[in-house]
């Protein structure tokens, strides 16, 4: 049975009170319902728990009003049913269907209430009739079986009528439910009966059977076999010493009789009897009126729990006070031969000990024959008074324990008061211990008058080793030390707290400062004089504090200047001893050399700002691209109605010249937002193999106008230099602008060279630069010997529109125009820069692995002629839409216009696709660019022509579509004649134009 907690010794079985119940299980969804016990019975623990549906019949074999449980069997086996919360209990014998799920319980699965509908009487199973040693299997758990034992003993508690029965070897309760109104049956005490209940399994916590219980639903199910027709206390005593002899005429285990006195009340209850045979120990329900030295009569069941029998489940009469039992005197020998056991005895000995020992005073008596063990409780009169080795008579009961062949094993005394504890005699003074210790004391004096010399002499020569031993380890301890310090990292020293004199200076003093050490440790060269000028002030303030601050402990970082003239960084680590009352008594410190780490530390710091320098660089690139988009949608609207301007005025001289001004004007601003696209990286790359000695050779001439006679120029010329991937024209800008850079640098003169290398960084050579990236490069220098800049200018030269020259002179983008162009094309720039020394400007680029010649493309000659085709112009901006459309128109083709992608496409719906040609901005609103424009309309026309146009790069562009000769880009600004061009060569299908200039259109 699963619903009872874990043995009959338990709390839960003594007081009645039911286990906690399980928590609350839900059923599982989709279960087949279990229709009998047996079902529930055979599933495993964690089946169980799931809470599985049941719903079964049977009859109740037993109800508990009490703990709100029953027992349920049907025609397959019986189960225990938990927490049955309704208010009319079931009665034994109805017949039930029951609604429940199943739970594992804690030792076998049981049924947890739901519901329960009576449907009637039903006679009770037949019971299953079995030994008693094996319901201990556990398989007749909750059945409905019969037993037969004798009663021992008939108590109650708040719901039930306990009966304590023995049988079988095994002793185990019946529970009945029971009113305690009733009056206990306790005539059914010794006799045998004949039970039928359902069996309830006793286990522990790790579900082990351990005992059984019955629970019986009521008295009637109790069937006297042999009741006990007289008075127990009615019958002649037996013997003491006669019980559990040999007597053919006995049937089975009765209660005895015994009389006797009370010889000792135990702590736990029991207590000892005696008469004229013997003694024996009785363990009774109930002690409270007991009372030693009074005769007594005592009926109980004899067992053998140690040596002799004991009388268990006994009940008991006093009697009027006696004379205590005569003790026989003897010793230790007689009484571990067993003929004593529960009688009072007295013995004599030498008391070994005494000691504290639970709820009793243990004393160890010698005696002739070994060590006797004794006790008296502690309720009683302290005896630590008691000497040790004082001669004394314990009188007690002899308490005798047994082995596992039922043989003496050891003796205890139990003593029952002090007054039983005699001593004949204190222990004498003059003891063999310490006639022993005076012997001991005398020979050892002699021995000691005789052996000083000697022993002196010896102690001298000891004395004079350990000395020398001593010396020697001390010597070692020094050698070491010395080591230490001349292979430790730093300068390790002593100094007097107010003047600072050496005590000691080891270390590596010679390797930091340059000077030997003795130098410091004779006090001919003071520290501070190393001390950087600029650090004195620093180091003597923390030096006035260590002569005046016990416990101080300080670290500072300063320079010093070494014998060398260098100065190098050092760390100081210094801390104070005090000998108390606040007096400092010694300096302690190191001293290391920290330049590599200072240095380390400045590295970062030059790194960390290139860093914060090119994300500022970037931020305002991404502003100034901005501005440059907005003024190229500007100038395309200027350029191409000053064109159609010039168309219509040919015949004006005077207005075509003003027309001819706006056009030179709007080309000077186009080329204005060329350079801040180049700085930015947003102009459009025309990529190709360049070889730098050969760009830098076709420009000395132009250089040489450029930068006039007042400067000389130098070019030096690298060595089987590898070829680049660059647009040629951009790089002629960042030339010229380095040169007109340097020329005003140089207002009276100077020289400017031109340096080509192959240079090829590993991960030594990058390492401290951010921008520097392992492989190979080609490396064009652009020194100059002008005035130079100072670190703040030099901080500053690559923003846009940042510039030292006055007004006028510069518009503040050509060094930003440099930075943008070389980052466009994958490198980076360094610069080399002193007040009065010149400016050395280096351009790094990747090289290519090897040369590849693109021999020219000639495609004939430059035709503007105009079409009848089908034209889908799309553009955010209106002017620049209705320019792109009056153009066109002009030229004979038919124009459909658009704002934006997503009305580009209600347009194309509507002429059902038929366009020859998309003309459209990259950068729209509506949430769709015009690449993505381009995309879903190739979709619907794989061979539609397709121009994008941006005053951003083309970039974006190359990165989402192949290279084919149906798709192109033109840049912001452009010419009318431009656009026109272009419209016909895409849709004529003639090849892209390559060219090393300043291009503005790119294929795709």
């Not at 049981?110 to 299997?137: C, T």
Request: proline share 6%; hydrophobic share 40%; with cysteine.
């Amino acid at each position: 049975m699963s619903a009872w907690p874990v043995s009959l010794l338990t709390m839960a079985f003594l007081v009645g009170a039911p286990m906690a119940h399980p928590a609350e299980v839900r059923p599982e969804a989709n279960s087949t319902v279990l229709t009998n016990v047996q079902q529930v019975r055979m599933l495993p623990p964690d089946v169980a728990a799931r809470g599985l549906p049941v719903r079964v019949r049977g009859v109740v074999t037993y109800s508990d009003p009490g703990w709100r449980a029953l027992f349920v069997q049907d025609q397959t086996a019986g189960i225990y049913v938990a927490d049955v919360n309704i208010g009319n209990l079931p009665k034994p014998g109805d017949w039930i269907e029951l609604e429940g799920i199943s739970q594992p319980g804690h030792y076998a699965p049981v049924i947890a209430f739901r519901k329960i509908q009576n449907l009637g009487q039903q006679s009770f199973p037949a019971p299953v009739r079995v030994p008693l040693f094996q319901l201990l299997s556990g398989a007749y758990d909750s059945q409905w079986v019969e037993v037969s034992a004798v009663i021992r003993a008939v108590y109650s508690d708040e719901y039930h009528l306990r009966l304590k029965l023995a049988g079988g070897g095994l002793i185990f309760e019946a529970r009945i439910p029971w009113n305690k109104v009733e009056t206990l049956p306790t005539q059914l005490v010794n006799t045998w009966v004949r039970l039928q209940g359902a069996c309830g399994t006793v286990f522990n916590n790790k579900r082990q059977a351990v005992g059984i219980q019955l629970f019986v639903p009521d008295l009637a199910r109790v069937e006297v076999l042999n009741r006990e027709t007289t008075d127990p206390f009615s019958r002649p005593a037996q013997p003491i010493a006669s019980l559990l002899r040999f007597n053919p005429s006995l049937e089975g285990v009765q209660r005895v009789k015994i009389e006797g006195v009370v010889t000792l009340r135990l702590a736990d209850g029991s207590f000892f009897v005696q008469d004229k045979s013997g003694g024996l120990r009785v363990r009774p329900a109930a002690a409270d009126a007991l009372k030693e030295g009074c005769k007594v009569e005592v009926v109980g069941f004899p067992v053998v729990l140690n040596y002799s029998p004991e009388l268990v489940d006994a009940q008991f009469r006093m009697g009027m006070p006696a004379s205590w039992p005569v003790p026989v005197r003897t010793d230790l020998k007689d009484l571990m031969a067993g003929d004593f056991d529960g009688q009072r005895v007295e013995v004599e000995g030498e008391l070994a000990d005494i000691f504290h020992s639970g709820n009793t005073v243990r004393l160890a008596l010698r005696t002739p024959d070994g060590i006797l063990d004794a006790f008296i409780e502690k309720r009683h009169v302290r005896l630590e008074s008691m000497a040790k080795g004082s001669k004394v008579r314990l009188t007690g009961v002899c308490w005798v324990t047994a082995d596992e062949q039922r043989q003496p094993r050891s003796v205890t005394l139990a003593v029952r008061a002090p007054e039983d504890i005699v001593v004949l005699s204190a222990p004498p003074w003059w003891t063999l211990q310490r006639a022993a210790m005076v012997l001991l004391v005398l020979g050892g004096g002699i021995l000691l008058g005789v052996g000083y010399v000697v022993l002196l002499r010896r102690q001298v020569d000891r004395q004079t080793q350990i000395i020398r031993e001593q010396m020697a380890q001390v010597s070692q301890l020094e050698t070491r030390y010395r080591h230490f310090l001349e292979n430790a990292a730093g300068i390790y020293y002593q100094v007097e707290p107010h003047t600072f004199k050496p005590v000691f200076f080891h270390g590596q003093v010679e390797k930091i400062t340059g000077f030997p050490e003795a130098d410091f440790s004779s006090g001919r060269r003071s520290w501070m004089d190393l001390v950087h000028a600029e650090d004195q002030e620093k180091v003597l303030s923390e030096r006035r504090k260590l002569s005046t601050q016990p416990g101080y402990v300080a670290d500072v970082e300063y320079r010093i200047v070494r014998a060398d003239g260098k100065a190098c960084w050092v760390q100081e680590l210094i801390r104070t001893q005090s000998a108390g009352h606040g007096v400092v008594t010694a300096i302690y410190g190191a001293i290391y050399d920290i330049s590599a780490r200072k240095q380390a530390q400045q590295e970062q710091q030059q790194l960390e700002a290139q860093l914060r320098q090119a994300q500022k660089m970037e931020a305002i690139g991404q502003l100034a691209a901005g501005v440059a988009h907005d003024f190229n949608n500007i100038l395309t609207v200027i350029q191409g109605n000053a064109c159609f301007l010039e168309e219509d005025l040919a015949q004006r001289p005077d207005l075509l010249e003003a027309c001819q001004q706006i056009t030179e004007a709007a080309n000077r601003a186009g080329a204005l937002t060329r350079k801040l696209l180049l700085f930015s990286r947003k102009q459009a790359v025309q990529a190709q193999e360049v070889n730098l000695n050969e760009l830098v050779s076709n420009m000395t001439k132009l250089l040489g106008r450029l930068i006039g006679e007042h400067i000389q120029l130098q070019f030096h010329y690298g060595p089987a230099l590898p070829a680049v991937m660059a647009d040629p024209g951009m790089l002629d800008q960042v030339i010229v602008n380095l040169a007109v850079n340097a020329r005003d640098a140089m207002p009276d003169g100077g020289t400017l060279t031109f340096t080509t290398s192959a240079v090829t960084w590993d991960e030594k050579d990058v390492a401290g630069h951010p921008e520097r990236r392992k492989g190979s490069f080609v490396c064009l220098t652009v020194a100059d010997t002008g005035c130079g800049m100072s670190p703040e200018i030099l901080r500053h030269i690559f923003e846009p529109f940042f510039t030292t020259k006055e007004p006028g002179r510069g518009t503040g983008l050509g060094l930003a125009t440099v930075y943008g162009v070389v980052k466009q094309h994958q490198g980076w720039v360094e610069v080399e820069s002193d007040v009065g020394k010149g400016s050395s400007f280096h351009i790094y680029l990747p090289a290519l692995p090897a040369s590849r010649q693109t021999p020219p493309e000639n495609n004939g000659a430059e035709t503007q002629s105009g079409g009848t085709e089908r034209l889908l112009v799309v553009e955010d901006e209106a002017p620049v839409r209705v320019l792109v459309g009056a153009a066109l128109q002009r030229r004979g083709y038919q124009v459909v216009l658009a704002g934006s992608g997503p009305e580009a496409l209600q347009r194309w719906e509507e002429n059902q696709g038929l366009f020859d040609m998309l003309l459209t901005d990259l950068v729209m609103p509506q949430g769709m660019t015009g690449l993505e424009l381009g995309r879903r309309l190739r979709l619907k026309r794989p061979d539609l022509k397709i121009i994008y146009m941006s005053g951003y790069s083309a970039e974006a562009a190359l990165a989402e579509t192949s290279q084919d000769s149906n798709t192109r880009f033109l840049a912001k600004p452009y010419a009318t004649s431009m656009l026109l061009k272009l419209v016909r060569d895409v849709l004529d299908g003639r090849a892209p134009e390559k060219s090393s200039g300043a291009s503005l259109q790119h294929a795709i």
